[in-house]
């Protein structure tokens, strides 16, 4: 989408499959969202930062060490909760994630470099905040990334028997981080409006889960301001 124009009492969504004109627009674009706030002529309150995160699965052999769901309490002086053990619905285990900044906003590996993305990141003062908040978490999930050993020194905390050799390559995904100027992360719902649009601009865990209900929500704001 390249442009959202108010016009006439609608909303009209300029977009490389043609112009929808609409009463009012609802956004939800995760790792874009605050680059539609600012198609429609907004100022967003918060800046997407991409952070990805990692994962590991543990061989079929080995995943008897892992029966249920394991967390880790969170620690509040960090912002992430910490890699952490996930049965999957379709069979298997998987370990993790960590958090590294990101290098693009589709960037699921080292090698995913986009220098507008990156620039955009770089370019916003409260990721340098954010760095200098956590300077050693920060360099520690870098070097967790780079070294299968560090990973899983750290799930050992968890499972104590896990070993490296019980690690395979995982997936990984990219967090949509909403983060304010003065460098902290936005961890609750975060929405932007103006008349006949709404911006759903940070939907943070539980979101998948609490999907249904995120919905009625958002539909309820829509049909309350219409």
Excluded at 119 to 143: H, N, Q, T
Excluded at 184 to 198: M, T, W, Y
Aim: proline share 7%; charged share 20%.
């Amino acid at each position: 989408m390249s442009k959202l124009i108010s016009s006439a009492g609608e909303w009209v969504a300029e977009t490389s499959a043609g112009e929808f004109p609409a009463r009012f627009v609802i956004t939800c674009s995760g790792l874009h969202a605050d680059r539609l706030v600012k198609a429609a002529g907004q100022t967003p309150g918060a800046k997407i930062i991409p952070f990805r995160g990692e994962y590991f699965k543990i061989k079929p052999e080995r995943q008897h060490l892992v029966r249920h769901l394991i967390y880790p309490v969170p620690d509040p002086k960090f912002p992430f909760l910490g890699v952490h053990f996930t049965r999957l619905i379709g069979g298997g285990v998987e370990a993790g994630p960590n958090a590294v900044l990101a290098w693009a906003r589709e960037g699921y590996r080292w090698s995913n470099v986009n220098v507008r993305d990156l620039a955009d990141s770089l370019c916003f003062p409260g990721l340098w905040k954010f760095l200098a908040a956590y300077p050693s978490m920060c360099g520690y999930e870098i070097r967790r990334s780079l070294s299968r050993r560090e990973f899983c020194r750290s799930l050992q905390k968890l499972v104590p028997a896990i070993r490296v050799d019980d690690l395979e390559p995982g997936g990984a995904g990219v967090r949509a981080q909403a983060m304010t100027v003065d460098g902290k992360l936005v961890d609750d719902f975060h929405f932007e409006a103006a008349p006949g649009i709404l911006h759903v601009v940070n939907a943070p865990s539980p979101a998948a889960t609490a999907s249904l209900a995120i919905g009625k929500a958002i539909a309820d704001r829509v049909i309350h301001r219409l």
